[in-house]
């Protein structure tokens, strides 16, 4: 199996010199700055697949207005005072 593969890729003249203002700043190779932002996409779209499920189940189970107030009493009287001066 192969470990990497090189590809050719075409983008817009400003989005080139704009990757490569970005990526000479921060002292990366291209490889680098295209493998760490597929990794960003990557994460920022399971981070948006969780908030969906989040979502999903909240509105599936909606928090009861009651408990989240008694919830919220109990949690003032154990935490301790702040002083906020």
Known sequence: MRKSIKFTVSIPWKEYEEMESVRKKAGVTRSAFILETLSAWKAARRRESAIRSYIAGYR????????AEALAL???????????T
């Not at 599936?60 to 408990?67: F, N, S």
């Not at 109990?74 to 906020?84: K, Q």
């Open 60 to 67: 599936g189970t909606p928090e009861d207005p009651a408990l």
């Open 74 to 84: 109990a949690a003032a009287e154990i935490l301790p005072a702040e002083d906020w």
